[in-house]
């Protein structure tokens, strides 16, 4: 079993449409980074955090210490949202080493 | 101020030879890891460097090497490739102890 998992692994969606991505993860960690990854490869970080819930813009992430669970929602999804959403976590103790999920491939059509 | 560059963006080798792929922090990052995404897949952990020593190795072959220079830069070495190491290379950095971590544009590697 992965260390981390993202579920689902392919979402479509229409515009408009609220997203939640899931990621469940079974380590001890210090952070939970979210991370968008547009064809071509760049990798661009949204979110990290240790507790509670972040907001920036449309984008809300929440992590459950307690759970090991966390989640990406999307408001008011657009087209240009489409792109691979990547879940990685910093173990405890392992210094700057991220373990990423699988990532969940997401399509907003217009 | 740029962001972490890694060079080459795109690179084709035929099996068996060696490649040497380049990465080159934010400045006063002294923290550089190295990444490799197959494709359809998540990133995988390869090295860790931190004041040019390695700090942390992944589940990969002796074939895989690198090294941090005085700058903080970085290289990545792959030795005797295989088809199987054809993938997209990524690079990150960040300040050892802080959480925040910048990733590179990466480089795609294609082995034929």
């Known amino acids: 079993k992965n260390e981390v998992e993202q579920s689902p692994q392919n979402l479509t969606a229409q515009e408009g449409e609220f997203i939640t991505i899931n990621c469940s993860y079974s380590v001890g960690i210090s952070a939970l980074h979210w991370l968008q990854q547009h064809p071509g490869g760049g990798i661009v970080s949204l979110f990290m955090l240790s507790s509670g819930k972040k907001k920036h813009g449309r984008l809300i992430a929440t992590i459950n210490i307690q759970e090991k669970h966390s989640s990406l929602h999307i408001t008011a999804s657009h087209p240009r949202d489409s792109a691979v959403y990547i879940c990685a976590v910093r173990h405890n103790n392992a210094g700057n080493m991220l373990t990423f999920g699988g990532g969940t491939r997401l399509m907003v059509k217009p | 101020d740029a962001g972490v560059t890694q060079s080459p963006t795109h690179l084709i080798k035929t099996r068996g030879q060696h490649v040497t792929l380049r990465c080159s922090p934010i400045s006063g990052h002294k923290s550089v890891s190295w990444y490799q995404q197959v494709l359809g897949q998540g990133p995988q952990f390869i090295f860790q460097?931190?004041?040019?020593?390695?700090?942390g190795r992944g589940n990969f072959p002796d074939r895989f090497s690198a090294r941090q220079f005085p700058n903080y830069s970085s290289e990545l070495n792959v030795n005797a490739l295989l088809l199987g190491d054809s993938a997209l290379y990524l690079c990150?950095?960040?300040?050892?102890?802080?959480?925040?971590?910048?990733f590179g544009q990466g480089t795609r590697l294609t082995v034929v």
């Open positions: 990150a950095s960040s300040f050892m102890g802080a959480y925040t971590t910048f």
């Open positions: 460097y931190y004041e040019k020593e390695e700090r």
